[in-house]
T-cell receptor
Framework: LAKTTQPISMDSYEGQEVNITCSHN???????ITWYQQFPSQGPRFIIQ???TKVTNEVASLFIPADRKSSTLSLPRVSLSDTAVYYC?????????????FGQGTELSVKP | SAVISQKPSRDICQRGTSLTIQCQVD?????MFWYRQQPGQSLTLIAT?????????ESGFVIDKFPISRPNLTFSTLTVSNMSPEDSSIYLC???????????FGPGTRLTVL
């Protein structure tokens, strides 16, 4: 499994765009990149998943460069309710029986 | 999507006792997993709950300490046996339909062992 490295914490202000970068130098050919969000006292929640280039949904965008050794989760115009821990996961889930291996995560604090 | 509930939501237990945590999914799912999360820490996968067969445990976790049942496609239990204060943690279950698809997590069970 590819090891991931993320900043431990980040601060932002309401209305700003937040970009959280995850490094995964040992990513394998069949690995996908997935991000989960966890609020205090709740289980993690799926945000977005991608393999290459750019993926966008109603919540976030995921940018993956051609070498796939890193990825960036972009949260547009954050609000106080986006304060949470964000986890970057890398794995070939299809041949891992669907297991999710969580790294340390990035604690995002959004201030007014 | 799937909605997952866990019982109990929290408990305080005495050393040496056992606690069984229930995980109920509102629809049939292929995959179910159990995780442990220490306060302020990330999640650690305990095991994969296999329907109709023995669970598959991750390194550092054994069946005698964390027996798991999965009698059908919507329900699983995790027992924390012979508890010690080091077992104090949040235990979460998750479920998904297929590898690579998003997984849904329960709210967790906060366990305190005295």
């Amino acid at each position: 499994l590819a090891k991931t490295t993320q900043p431990i914490s980040m601060d932002s202000y309401e209305g700003q765009e937040v970009n959280i970068t995850c490094s995964h130098n040992n990513i394998a050919t069949n690995d996908y990149i997935t991000w989960y969000q966890q609020f205090p006292s709740q289980g993690p929640r799926f945000i977005i998943q991608g393999y290459k280039t750019k993926v966008t949904n109603e919540v976030a965008s995921l940018f993956i460069p051609a070498d796939r050794k890193s990825s960036t989760l972009s949260l547009p115009r954050v609000s106080l309710s986006d304060t949470a821990v964000y986890y970057c996961l890398v794995g070939g889930f299809y041949n891992q029986g669907g297991k999710l291996i969580f790294g340390q995560g990035t604690e995002l604090s959004v201030k007014p | 999507s799937a909605v997952i509930s866990q019982k109990p939501s929290r408990d305080i237990c005495q050393r040496g006792t056992s606690l069984t945590i229930q995980c109920q999914v509102d629809s049939q799912v292929t995959m179910m997993f159990w995780y442990r999360q220490q306060p302020g820490q990330s999640l650690t996968l305990i095991a994969t709950a296999n329907q109709g067969s023995e669970a598959t445990y991750e390194s550092g976790f054994v069946i005698d300490k964390f027996p798991i049942s999965r009698p059908n496609l919507t329900f699983s239990t995790l027992t924390v046996s012979n508890m010690s204060p080091e077992d104090s943690s949040i235990y979460l279950c998750s479920a998904g339909q297929a590898p690579g698809n998003e997984q849904f997590f329960g709210p967790g069970t906060r366990l305190t062992v005295l």
